[in-house]
């Protein structure tokens, strides 16, 4: 079964910081650029970021840039993201998804989705 698990989420404090993980099975996370999603309460999903096969290519959203980092380890099958300075607007429902070629501004794009993991900042 072809399958993303996103994990690490929590609740932390403004200004602190959580890594989240993207592991796949059933297929080698490789062969497809990964990017990283999110939904907050009462909006639409955004895409905030983005690596490709090989990691040369990392987009960020304006939003989180120089403030999350995507990166990802091609032996273990997992993506990460790290965030830093995390802010209350930073709560949201967290997702990764695999694009088979590129990576791509726009949800269709992606073939496979996790479930999602929330993050929640508040003091």
């Known amino acids: 079964q072809l399958q993303l698990a996103e994990s690490g989420g929590g609740l932390v404090q403004p200004g602190g910081s959580l890594r989240l993980s993207c592991a796949a099975s059933?297929?080698?996370?490789?062969?497809?650029?990964i990017g990283w999603f999110r939904q907050a309460p009462g909006k639409e999903r955004e895409g905030i970021s983005c690596?490709?096969?090989?990691?040369?290519?990392?987009n960020y959203a304006d939003s989180v840039k120089g403030r999350f980092t995507i990166s990802r380890d091609n032996a273990k099958n997992t993506v990460y993201l790290q965030m830093n300075s995390l802010k209350p607007e930073d709560t949201a429902v967290y997702y990764c998804?695999?694009?088979?070629?590129?990576?791509?501004?726009?949800?269709?794009?992606?073939?496979?989705w996790g479930q999602g993991t929330q993050v929640t900042v508040s003091s």
């Open positions: 059933g297929f080698t996370l490789a062969n497809y650029a």
């Open positions: 690596i490709s096969q090989s990691s040369t290519t990392q």
């Open positions: 998804a695999a694009a088979r070629y590129y990576c791509s501004s726009y949800e269709w794009g992606y073939t496979y």
